[in-house]
């Protein structure tokens, strides 16, 4: 049976994979810029006092901005962090199947290679013989001996 290794990632994907997934492809969106400019912006507008200087809470140079803005950092990079290892581990899946196959496909060969010698044999033809009509068939024009008039 075909294995799927699509299907295998989704499956041992954790919740925490996939919220870690969805957070960290909305963070590398425009729309994520765009929000933390006008919230950047209505921020420092607000704690500037440009609305009135009783609504301003984070006076510049805005601690509480920074510390914010810090540990979203943090978790971001965490996030980040670990959808690159989700990755190289379904990475690393798909290899596994990609050698596998070629294993399979090489055993296949093998077996049919087996299969036209026997049937040339039975045929009374020289496997040498064809072998080398092979080769000489599969030689590009570089390979070839041209003689110059």
Known sequence: MAF???KEIQNIKKVEDKIADKITS???TMNFVYIHSVWFTIWVVINLGLFG???AFDKFPFGLLTLIVSLEA???STF????????ANAAEIRSELDYKT???AEIEIDIIMKTLERIALKQGVKVDDLMGE??????LP???NVEKT
């Open 80 to 87: 980040v962090m670990i959808s690159q290892n989700r990755q």
């Open 134 to 139: 092979l080769q000489n068939t599969r030689k």
């Open 142 to 144: 570089s390979q070839t």
């Open 53 to 55: 200087a009783g609504i």
């Open 4 to 6: 799927n290794a699509n």
């Open 26 to 28: 909305f963070a590398g």
């Open 74 to 76: 943090i978790f971001l």
């Open 102 to 104: 070629d294993v399979k």
